[in-house]
């Protein structure tokens, strides 16, 4: 079982930034490959971007790549996600997953730990 929480979340301005956490308990963090999903009111969850278990590939979203960057620290059992340029269209709440299994970590349906997710807004 691992449990996740995240943190970071809030309200900015379009062009600013914020850095989400997601602090993990339970099973040995450094096993899973990480990721964060979003959803916007009205619309189903997306994939954000991800991370292997040992933080050597990272994966990421056409609409947030070169914006966002997802890093992890195992030893620390966090994973966090540096958002920059940040827009409107980036309002969601933020959810932070973990995967063990060997599907493709584009797929929601792969990852068998959620957070309870963070809400993050951007003001035009």
């Known amino acids: 079982q691992v449990q996740l929480v995240e943190s970071g979340g809030g309200l900015v301005q379009a062009g600013g930034s914020l850095r989400l956490s997601c602090a993990a308990s339970?099973?040995?963090?450094?096993?899973?490959?990480m990721g964060w999903f979003r959803q916007a009111p009205g619309k189903e969850r997306e994939f954000v971007a991800a991370?292997?278990?040992?933080?050597?590939?990272?994966y990421y979203a056409d609409s947030v790549k070169g914006r966002f960057t997802i890093s992890r620290d195992n030893a620390k059992n966090v994973q966090y996600l540096q958002m920059n340029s940040l827009k409107p269209e980036d309002t969601a709440v933020y959810y932070c997953?973990?995967?063990?299994?060997?599907?493709?970590?584009?797929?929601?349906?792969?990852?068998?730990?959620w957070g309870q997710g963070t809400q993050v807004t951007v003001s035009s």
């Open positions: 997953a973990a995967k063990l299994s060997r599907g493709s970590v584009y797929h929601r349906l792969n990852y068998e730990y």
């Open positions: 339970g099973r040995t963090f450094s096993t899973y490959a």
């Open positions: 991370i292997t278990w040992s933080g050597g590939t990272t």
